[in-house]
């Protein structure tokens, strides 16, 4: 039997009052992303907008089992055009955040990039993978950036992505994140380039979090593993968030924690003026669900400091 695992965004009090947000639901048109978009309307997290193609949805709708909902409809049939009106409503702030249903990563992200107002002002987009697993597995939520967006950062735009996923830390009441910075090995060696910009986003972010790094992973997560290697930090077996050298190695540790029975995966693009929920279109339905409860989540965090400040 497998362990249960540990709390997910559904199970977690919530940081403050969450009503339903308003969201923008590109092509919800696989059961899946159906079933997980009305889960996140009946716990409330959520009042969808749905924007895709209504022949297909409701034909989808009629064999799903689920009563008809009362939601609003915008009959967009293009996937590129889809998405252009959930970025455009964003923005615009009709809306607080963007699910993505069954339609392209690049295709969402391009239409998003389209409609921002300047980089300047809205700072740079990445993505966090948080990983609920099994406790005998992983004794508390994993996050690892970026497995989706970014493919080969600098050492700055590095810096830009672990701020960006200690930001979302904070937000879920972390407020001291411990960080990891993987490399291969625990020593700065000038021919492995990963190992030298590891110790240089560790010395820029040791502000705001606990942070190790350069750092493999068996040490981030194993203090067996950190002992044996004589490695003394409150980070070693104990990683809050993982942060990757390239998009090759986060999506490979996210891969490989699906495999595991009982693991949840929730992804978020975070850096902008809202929250877009970013699912695997393979993703089952708890996972593309905590998708969006972490999504809600993080907007409400965003919603109250802003009102704060």
Same mark, same amino acid.
């Given at each position: 039997?497998?362990?249960?695992? $540990?709390?997910?965004?559904?199970?977690?009090?919530?940081?403050?009052? /969450?009503?339903?947000?308003?969201?923008?639901?590109?092509?919800? /048109?696989?059961?899946?992303?159906?079933? @997980?978009?009305?889960?996140?309307?009946?716990?409330g997290l959520i009042t969808p907008v749905v924007i895709g193609d209504r022949r297909r949805f409701t034909n989808l709708l009629r064999g799903s089992g689920i009563e008809p909902p009362d939601w609003v409809f915008h009959d967009v049939d293009d996937d590129a055009a889809a998405a252009d009106r959930a970025a455009a409503m964003a923005e615009a702030g009709d809306v607080g955040l963007v699910i993505k249903g069954n339609v392209k990563t690049h295709v969402l992200m391009r239409a998003v990039l389209r409609n921002r107002c300047s980089s300047?002002?809205?700072?740079?987009?990445?993505?966090?993978?948080?990983?609920?697993?099994? %406790?005998?597995?992983?004794?508390?939520?994993?996050?690892?950036?970026?497995?989706?967006?970014?493919?080969?950062?600098?050492?700055?735009?590095?810096?830009?992505? @672990?701020?960006?996923?200690?930001? /979302?830390?904070? @937000?879920?009441?972390?407020?001291?994140?411990?960080?990891?910075?993987?490399?291969?090995? %625990?020593?700065?060696? =000038?021919?492995?380039?990963?190992?030298?910009?590891?110790?240089?986003?560790?010395?820029?972010? !040791?502000?705001?979090?606990?942070? /190790? $790094?350069?750092?493999?992973?068996?040490?981030?997560?194993? =203090?067996?593993?950190? !002992?044996?290697?004589?490695?003394? !930090?409150?980070?070693?077996?104990? @990683?809050?968030?993982?942060?990757?050298?390239?998009? %090759?190695?986060?999506?490979?540790?996210?891969?490989?924690?699906?495999?595991?029975?009982?693991?949840?995966?929730?992804?978020?693009?975070?850096?902008?003026?809202?929250?877009?929920?970013?699912?695997?279109?393979?993703?089952?339905?708890?996972?593309?669900?905590?998708?969006?409860?972490?999504?809600?989540?993080?907007?409400?965090?965003?919603?109250?400091?802003?009102?704060?400040?």
């Amino acid at each position: 039997m497998t362990a249960s695992s $540990g709390p997910t965004p559904l199970q977690d009090p919530p940081p403050v009052d /969450l009503g339903p947000a308003m969201a923008a639901v590109v092509q919800p /048109l696989s059961a899946t992303s159906l079933h @997980a978009v009305h889960g996140a309307y009946a716990a409330g997290l959520i009042t969808p907008v749905v924007i895709g193609d209504r022949r297909r949805f409701t034909n989808l709708l009629r064999g799903s089992g689920i009563e008809p909902p009362d939601w609003v409809f915008h009959d967009v049939d293009d996937d590129a055009a889809a998405a252009d009106r959930a970025a455009a409503m964003a923005e615009a702030g009709d809306v607080g955040l963007v699910i993505k249903g069954n339609v392209k990563t690049h295709v969402l992200m391009r239409a998003v990039l389209r409609n921002r107002c300047s980089s300047e002002e809205s700072g740079r987009l990445s993505h966090v993978f948080a990983i609920y697993m099994p %406790e005998a597995s992983y004794h508390k939520t994993l996050y690892v950036t970026d497995g989706a967006i970014n493919v080969a950062p600098s050492p700055d735009l590095m810096e830009v992505i @672990a701020n960006n996923a200690i930001d /979302l830390l904070q @937000a879920l009441g972390i407020q001291r994140p411990k960080v990891a910075v993987l490399s291969a090995a %625990e020593t700065v060696n =000038r021919s492995m380039p990963s190992s030298v910009e590891a110790a240089v986003v560790c010395e820029r972010i !040791s502000a705001r979090a606990d942070t /190790l $790094g350069p750092v493999a992973l068996d040490v981030a997560l194993s =203090r067996d593993a950190a !002992s044996i290697k004589g490695i003394e !930090s409150p980070v070693a077996g104990a @990683a809050d968030l993982v942060v990757c050298p390239n998009i %090759e190695s986060a999506n490979g540790i996210v891969k490989m924690a699906a495999r595991q029975p009982g693991t949840t995966i929730a992804g978020l693009v975070v850096g902008g003026s809202y929250p877009i929920v970013l699912p695997s279109r393979g993703d089952s339905k708890q996972s593309q669900l905590a998708s969006c409860a972490l999504g809600r989540k993080y907007l409400a965090w965003s919603q109250y400091v802003a009102r704060c400040s």
